[in-house]
C-alpha cells in the first residue's frame, strides 16, 4: 500500500508542487519506481566499502 | 535461418547494404563513388523512412556537398581518414554543430548546438560524412512514445514492433540500410537494446574509452558513447576513430588506444568463454527461443575450439536496482529544474523515469555506489579465469511497439545493465531470427579496455552464423 501522505511530502520537498498537481499519476508512478529499486539493493555490510569511483587519483579504470 | 538480400538482389549488387570497409574498398577502386552510395540512401530514406521515422532531422544538402569534397579528394589521393566518404547517422542527443539536439522532446525546442560533439569531431576528422539526426526516446530514457513532438522510430524487420532503445533511430536506420554506421549511447543498454532488437551489431566501450564531451548527460557516471554497425569489422572501424582520452571529459580514461580489428579473424581456439546462463535461467526465464539460440552459440564457439564454461556474477535484480537508484538520482540532478517549472513538456514516460530520483536519497545513492564497487570487483573476479563473458542480451523478441503493456513489461527483462554498472566493454549482436521473423540477440562482454577480445568472438559467431548477411525485407 503506497503511503500517499509520505509521497506527497517528499514531492512538495522536492519542489514537484506543479508536477503533483497536474499529473498526480506519474509522481505516484516515480515514486513506486525509486522504492521498487531501493527494496531490490543490498547494502554493503562492510563499514570500510567505498564507493565508486575510487576516491584515488589516477588514470580512471 | 532465413536470410533476405533486400527485395530479391544480390547483397553484393545493393548499395545500401554496403559496411563501411567495403565501401572505402569500392571508393578506393573507383568501382562506387562517395556521391553515388549517398544518392542511393537518400533515395532509400525518402522512400521507406515515413514508414520507419529513424531521422528527426536529415541533412541532406551537408552531407552531398560533403560527399561531393570526399569524391575529389579520393580521385586526388588525398585520403582524410579511415571512413572517408562513409555516411554516418548520430543519435539527437550528440550535437552535430549549427543542427538543433533535441533530445526528442519539447523541452528542448529552440537549441541549436554551437559545436560538435568530440565523438562527431573524431567522424569528421576521419573523413564520414555525417547524415543528420536520429530518432531517440526522450532523453534516452522515456521511450517508445507517442506523445512527443516526434513519432517513435520502428523496427526495420517490422514496423509493428519497437526498434528497442533508446539508441532507436539508430538501430533502425542502421538494420533498414540507411547508413552502414551510427553512433548511439547506453545508459543502462541504450546501444545493445537495439542492436538486439534490429538484429545490428552494437558495442558499449569501456567506461571512458569514448569521449562524451558534447553528448546531453543522461547519468554521469553510466552514459557511453559507442559504434552501432551491420557487421562486427565495422564495429572495430568505428571505434578505432572514436576512441581516445578527452582531457575535458571527467570520466575519459588515459588508455592505450587498441588497434580494434586486428585480431577479428583469428578464431576463439583456445579462448575461454564464461557462458552467465543464470542471467536467463533463473534470474530471468527467458523465451524458449531466446534461450535455444543461446545454446546454439555456445555450441558453435565450443565447436571453433573455445573452452565454454558457467560462471556465476551477481543477480540481474540487484545490477538492475544499482543502475536504476545511480541513473535516476544523477538524471534528476540534471532534470529537476525543468521537471519542477515545466513537467507538461515531457511525455509521460520520460516524467515518470526522471522523476523517481526526487524520491531517492543521499544514503541510497552512495549505498548503490558502494555496492557497485564490489560487484566490479565479482565480476573482475569471474573475468581473471575467463577471456570473454557469453549471455543474455534481451530475454525476448521485440513486442509490437502500440502495446504499452507488453513493451513496459518486457523492456525491463534484459540483461546489459550488469555492464554499466561495472563499466567493462559489452556487444550485443542477432542471434537468430525468431519464428516470426525477428531478430533474438546474444551479448559478449570482455576485459576492461580489451575490446579486440570482445570483437574477436563476436566475429567467430558472426562468420559460422552468417548473421552479417542477414538483412530485413523492405
Given at each position: 500500500m503506497m503511503d500517499i501522505v509520505l509521497m506527497e511530502?517528499?514531492?512538495?520537498?522536492?519542489?514537484?508542487?506543479?508536477a503533483l498537481a497536474e499529473f498526480p499519476e506519474d509522481v505516484a508512478a516515480a515514486f513506486r519506481q525509486a522504492g521498487g529499486h531501493r527494496d531490490v539493493m543490498r547494502a554493503p555490510e562492510a563499514p570500510e566499502a567505498e564507493p565508486w569511483p575510487p576516491m584515488q587519483a589516477g588514470d580512471g579504470l | 535461418m532465413a536470410a533476405d538480400a533486400g527485395g530479391g538482389r544480390a547483397v553484393s549488387a545493393a548499395l545500401h547494404w554496403l559496411g563501411a570497409s567495403e565501401a572505402v574498398r569500392a571508393f578506393a577502386a573507383k568501382t562506387v563513388s562517395p556521391v553515388e552510395l549517398l544518392t542511393a540512401l537518400l533515395e532509400?530514406?525518402?522512400?521507406?523512412?515515413?514508414?520507419?521515422?529513424?531521422?528527426?532531422?536529415?541533412?541532406?544538402?551537408?552531407?552531398?556537398?560533403?560527399?561531393?569534397?570526399?569524391?575529389?579528394?579520393?580521385?586526388?589521393?588525398?585520403?582524410?581518414?579511415?571512413?572517408?566518404?562513409?555516411?554516418?547517422?548520430?543519435?539527437?542527443?550528440?550535437?552535430?554543430?549549427?543542427?538543433?539536439?533535441?533530445?526528442h522532446s519539447a523541452v528542448r525546442a529552440g537549441h541549436v548546438a554551437a559545436a560538435d560533439a568530440v565523438c562527431v569531431a573524431k567522424l569528421r576528422q576521419a573523413g564520414a560524412i555525417i547524415m543528420g539526426k536520429l530518432s531517440t526516446h526522450e532523453f534516452a530514457i522515456g521511450g517508445p512514445s507517442f506523445d512527443l513532438p516526434f513519432p517513435p522510430a520502428r523496427n526495420?524487420?517490422?514496423?509493428?514492433?519497437?526498434?528497442?532503445?533508446?539508441?532507436?533511430?539508430?538501430?533502425?536506420?542502421?538494420?533498414?540500410g540507411f547508413f552502414p554506421l551510427a553512433l548511439g549511447t547506453d545508459t543502462g543498454g541504450s546501444i545493445r537494446n537495439p542492436a538486439s532488437a534490429c538484429g545490428i551489431v552494437g558495442l558499449k566501450p569501456t567506461y571512458g574509452l569514448v569521449s562524451r564531451r558534447g553528448v546531453f548527460p543522461l547519468a554521469f557516471s553510466l552514459d557511453h558513447v559507442g559504434p552501432m554497425t551491420r557487421t562486427v569489422a565495422d564495429?572495430?572501424?568505428?571505434?578505432?576513430?572514436?576512441?581516445?582520452?578527452?582531457?575535458?571529459?571527467?570520466?575519459?580514461?588515459?588508455?592505450?588506444?587498441?588497434?580494434?580489428?586486428g585480431r577479428l579473424e583469428r578464431g576463439v581456439r583456445g579462448l575461454r568463454v564464461g557462458f552467465v546462463r543464470h542471467?536467463?535461467?533463473?534470474?530471468?526465464i527467458a523465451d524458449p527461443e531466446v534461450a535455444a539460440a543461446l545454446e546454439g552459440v555456445a555450441r558453435t564457439l565450443a565447436a571453433e575450439g573455445a573452452d565454454v564454461r558457467a560462471v556465476t556474477l551477481p543477480t540481474?535484480?540487484?545490477?538492475?536496482?544499482?543502475?536504476?537508484?545511480?541513473?535516476?538520482?544523477?538524471?534528476?540532478?540534471?532534470?529537476a529544474p525543468w521537471l519542477r517549472a515545466r513537467p507538461g513538456d515531457y511525455g509521460q514516460l520520460g516524467r515518470q523515469r526522471l522523476m523517481a530520483g526526487a524520491f531517492l536519497q543521499a544514503g541510497d545513492l552512495m549505498a548503490a555506489q558502494r555496492r557497485r564497487k564490489e560487484m566490479i570487483a565479482e565480476v573482475e573476479a569471474v573475468l581473471r579465469d575467463v577471456d570473454v563473458l557469453l549471455c543474455a542480451s534481451s530475454m525476448e523478441p521485440a513486442s509490437r511497439i502500440e502495446d504499452a503493456e507488453a513493451t513496459g513489461r518486457t523492456y525491463p527483462r534484459q540483461a546489459r545493465t550488469p555492464f554499466n554498472v561495472t563499466g567493462h566493454p559489452a556487444l550485443a549482436m542477432m542471434a537468430g531470427l525468431s519464428a516470426g521473423g525477428l531478430p533474438l540477440s546474444v551479448q559478449f562482454a570482455g576485459r576492461y579496455f580489451d575490446e579486440a577480445t570482445v570483437f574477436q568472438v563476436a566475429r567467430a559467431w558472426e562468420r559460422?552464423?552468417?548473421?552479417?548477411?542477414m538483412h530485413p525485407s523492405l
Amino acid at each position: 500500500m503506497m503511503d500517499i501522505v509520505l509521497m506527497e511530502t517528499l514531492a512538495g520537498l522536492a519542489g514537484l508542487e506543479k508536477a503533483l498537481a497536474e499529473f498526480p499519476e506519474d509522481v505516484a508512478a516515480a515514486f513506486r519506481q525509486a522504492g521498487g529499486h531501493r527494496d531490490v539493493m543490498r547494502a554493503p555490510e562492510a563499514p570500510e566499502a567505498e564507493p565508486w569511483p575510487p576516491m584515488q587519483a589516477g588514470d580512471g579504470l | 535461418m532465413a536470410a533476405d538480400a533486400g527485395g530479391g538482389r544480390a547483397v553484393s549488387a545493393a548499395l545500401h547494404w554496403l559496411g563501411a570497409s567495403e565501401a572505402v574498398r569500392a571508393f578506393a577502386a573507383k568501382t562506387v563513388s562517395p556521391v553515388e552510395l549517398l544518392t542511393a540512401l537518400l533515395e532509400r530514406i525518402d522512400r521507406l523512412d515515413p514508414a520507419l521515422n529513424v531521422f528527426i532531422r536529415r541533412d541532406d544538402q551537408a552531407a552531398m556537398a560533403a560527399a561531393r569534397v570526399a569524391e575529389a579528394e579520393i580521385a586526388a589521393g588525398r585520403i582524410r581518414g579511415p571512413l572517408h566518404g562513409v555516411p554516418v547517422g548520430i543519435k539527437d542527443i550528440i550535437d552535430v554543430a549549427g543542427l538543433p539536439t533535441t533530445c526528442h522532446s519539447a523541452v528542448r525546442a529552440g537549441h541549436v548546438a554551437a559545436a560538435d560533439a568530440v565523438c562527431v569531431a573524431k567522424l569528421r576528422q576521419a573523413g564520414a560524412i555525417i547524415m543528420g539526426k536520429l530518432s531517440t526516446h526522450e532523453f534516452a530514457i522515456g521511450g517508445p512514445s507517442f506523445d512527443l513532438p516526434f513519432p517513435p522510430a520502428r523496427n526495420a524487420w517490422n514496423r509493428d514492433h519497437h526498434p528497442g532503445g533508446s539508441s532507436s533511430g539508430s538501430g533502425s536506420g542502421v538494420a533498414a540500410g540507411f547508413f552502414p554506421l551510427a553512433l548511439g549511447t547506453d545508459t543502462g543498454g541504450s546501444i545493445r537494446n537495439p542492436a538486439s532488437a534490429c538484429g545490428i551489431v552494437g558495442l558499449k566501450p569501456t567506461y571512458g574509452l569514448v569521449s562524451r564531451r558534447g553528448v546531453f548527460p543522461l547519468a554521469f557516471s553510466l552514459d557511453h558513447v559507442g559504434p552501432m554497425t551491420r557487421t562486427v569489422a565495422d564495429n572495430a572501424l568505428l571505434l578505432d576513430a572514436l576512441a581516445g582520452h578527452d582531457p575535458q571529459d571527467g570520466g575519459s580514461a588515459v588508455a592505450p588506444r587498441g588497434h580494434y580489428a586486428g585480431r577479428l579473424e583469428r578464431g576463439v581456439r583456445g579462448l575461454r568463454v564464461g557462458f552467465v546462463r543464470h542471467f536467463h535461467e533463473t534470474d530471468l526465464i527467458a523465451d524458449p527461443e531466446v534461450a535455444a539460440a543461446l545454446e546454439g552459440v555456445a555450441r558453435t564457439l565450443a565447436a571453433e575450439g573455445a573452452d565454454v564454461r558457467a560462471v556465476t556474477l551477481p543477480t540481474l535484480g540487484e545490477f538492475a536496482a544499482v543502475n536504476r537508484i545511480i541513473l535516476t538520482s544523477e538524471a534528476w540532478s540534471i532534470h529537476a529544474p525543468w521537471l519542477r517549472a515545466r513537467p507538461g513538456d515531457y511525455g509521460q514516460l520520460g516524467r515518470q523515469r526522471l522523476m523517481a530520483g526526487a524520491f531517492l536519497q543521499a544514503g541510497d545513492l552512495m549505498a548503490a555506489q558502494r555496492r557497485r564497487k564490489e560487484m566490479i570487483a565479482e565480476v573482475e573476479a569471474v573475468l581473471r579465469d575467463v577471456d570473454v563473458l557469453l549471455c543474455a542480451s534481451s530475454m525476448e523478441p521485440a513486442s509490437r511497439i502500440e502495446d504499452a503493456e507488453a513493451t513496459g513489461r518486457t523492456y525491463p527483462r534484459q540483461a546489459r545493465t550488469p555492464f554499466n554498472v561495472t563499466g567493462h566493454p559489452a556487444l550485443a549482436m542477432m542471434a537468430g531470427l525468431s519464428a516470426g521473423g525477428l531478430p533474438l540477440s546474444v551479448q559478449f562482454a570482455g576485459r576492461y579496455f580489451d575490446e579486440a577480445t570482445v570483437f574477436q568472438v563476436a566475429r567467430a559467431w558472426e562468420r559460422a552464423a552468417g548473421t552479417d548477411r542477414m538483412h530485413p525485407s523492405l
